[in-house]
């Protein structure tokens, strides 16, 4: 360490003297496997989970959801039915909206599901992958799993490659939870500290969209647990954000926040879909009261890619080198850690 700062300093130094800029010297930026490697494998699966962590990313990302027995799995929405059989093991559970909720099911119930690349469902009854060019619907096998097993896989990775991976769950619908009967933040957190996530050294984030739940989680839950992780917001397009996002409400966010997560049109707003844009102070706010920045969802897919920012690699020069977020949210990580040069 001694000898990397000194060839730092005389690489200062000589700069100066030649005349030319002095090098500047950025904190390294994160790559977060977005439900893990979803851009090859059905979001959330162990397998997803796996090859994220073999391509060598920062940070994997759970989205957490309880069962009706207090299990916490990891799956995108608290519904079942955008990427399981749910349909067709258990037609008559869904509720009048037409949902198939992962709360009124068991674990076990939910372990005999089959899960699949996310799909919609056309007016003929007909399953359709959002994504087409993804992994194929109805092949191979796999499975839900809980936050538990996902965090022993993690860390069984790390010790077994000498790795130092860190975890990123997200509360899913705590409000919806809590009008359950059921405290999911407070599951997760005591879930974090029987694993060792308990500092904000510990290699976690932990985030929601809910405002008023990241402030319950800091002020009353975190106290209660005796713990200090780091907190991120997330954030949508919604009116909901519309205070939180000014100056001032920045600033307040900050005094129990330690970063957000913006949906990238947050940062670079268009209202031309996405021909033009224009650089909104949601990340020098951001920066300046102290919080760390992560944007989502970065794709490869063309439909995902605003015109302003031509392909894949055009996207993450504009956010992570000329706008300065600190990391991303990513389908695709290996061509995010590629970019990179790591």
Same mark, same amino acid.
């Not at 509360?171 to 705590?174: I, L």
């Given at each position: 360490?001694?000898r990397?700062?000194?060839?730092?300093?005389?690489?200062l130094?000589?700069?100066?003297?030649?005349?030319?800029?002095?090098?500047?010297?950025?904190?390294e930026?994160?790559?977060?496997?977005h439900?893990?490697?979803?851009?090859?494998?059905?979001?959330?699966?162990i397998?997803?989970k796996?090859m994220?962590?073999a391509?060598?990313?920062?940070y994997?990302?759970?989205?957490?959801?309880?069962?009706?027995d207090?299990? *916490?799995? @990891?799956?995108?929405?608290?519904?079942? &039915?955008?990427v399981t059989?749910?349909?067709?093991? +258990?037609? #008559? %559970?869904?509720?009048?909206?037409?949902?198939?909720?992962?709360?009124?099911?068991?674990?076990?119930?939910?372990?005999? *599901?089959? @899960?699949s690349?996310?799909?919609?469902? &056309?007016?003929?009854?007909?399953?359709?992958?959002? +994504?087409? #060019? %993804?992994?194929?619907?109805g092949?191979?096998?796999?499975?839900?799993?809980?936050?538990?097993?996902?965090?022993?896989?993690?860390?069984?990775?790390?010790k077994?490659?000498g790795?130092?991976?860190?975890i990123?769950p997200e509360?899913?619908?705590?409000g919806?939870?809590?009008?359950e009967?059921?405290?999911?933040?407070?599951?997760?957190l005591?879930?974090?500290?029987r694993y060792?996530?308990?500092?904000?050294?510990?290699?976690?984030?932990?985030?929601?969209f809910?405002?008023?739940?990241?402030k319950?989680?800091?002020?009353e839950?975190?106290p209660?647990?005796?713990?200090?992780?780091?907190?991120?917001?997330?954030?949508g397009?919604?009116?909901?954000?519309?205070?939180?996002?000014?100056?001032?409400?920045?600033?307040?966010?900050?005094t129990?926040?330690?970063?957000i997560?913006?949906?990238?049109?947050?940062?670079?707003?268009?209202?031309?879909?996405?021909?033009?844009?224009?650089?909104?102070?949601?990340v020098?706010?951001a920066?300046?009261a102290?919080m760390?920045?992560?944007?989502y969802?970065?794709?490869?897919?063309k439909?995902?890619?605003?015109?302003?920012?031509?392909?894949?690699?055009g996207?993450?020069?504009l956010?992570?080198?000329?706008?300065?977020?600190?990391?991303?949210?990513s389908?695709?990580?290996d061509?995010?850690?590629?970019?990179?040069?790591?």
């Open positions: 360490m001694k990397m700062l000194k060839y730092i300093c005389v690489l130094a000589f700069s100066f003297y030649c005349g030319v800029a002095p090098v500047t010297i950025a904190a930026k994160i790559v977060i496997a439900r893990g490697a979803s851009g090859y494998l059905p979001e959330h699966t397998a997803a796996a994220a962590y391509m060598g990313v920062d994997i990302e759970q989205d957490v959801v309880m069962t009706r207090g299990q *916490l799995v @990891v799956l995108h929405d608290h519904f079942l &039915d955008r059989d749910v349909q067709e093991k +258990f037609p #008559d %559970r869904k509720r009048k909206d037409g949902r198939y909720y992962v709360i009124d099911f068991t674990l076990d119930e939910v372990r005999t *599901l089959d @899960v690349e996310r799909y919609r469902i &056309d007016d003929d009854g007909v399953k359709t992958a959002v +994504f087409k #060019d %993804r992994f194929p619907l092949k191979s096998r796999f499975k839900v799993h809980t936050f538990a097993e996902e965090i022993e896989l993690i860390q069984g990775l790390n077994s490659t790795g130092d991976i860190g990123y509360a899913k619908s705590p919806f939870h809590l009008k009967g059921k405290d999911l933040s407070r599951a997760i005591e879930t974090l500290k060792g996530y308990t500092k904000k050294t510990s290699k976690v984030f932990f985030q929601t809910e405002i008023k739940e990241l319950r989680v800091h002020d839950l975190l209660m647990l005796n713990m200090d992780i780091r907190l991120v917001q997330l954030m397009g919604e009116d909901a954000y519309k205070d939180i996002i000014t100056k001032e409400g920045i600033s307040q966010l900050a129990y926040a330690d970063g997560g913006p949906s990238m049109f947050m940062i670079t707003a268009t209202e031309d879909s996405g021909k033009t844009y224009k650089i909104t102070d949601l020098k706010n920066h300046e102290g760390v920045v992560h944007p969802t970065f794709r490869q897919e439909a995902a890619i605003p015109e302003f920012a031509g392909d894949y690699e996207l993450l020069e956010f992570l080198n000329q706008i300065g977020v600190d990391g991303v949210f389908d695709f990580p061509r995010t850690l590629e970019f990179l040069g790591r």
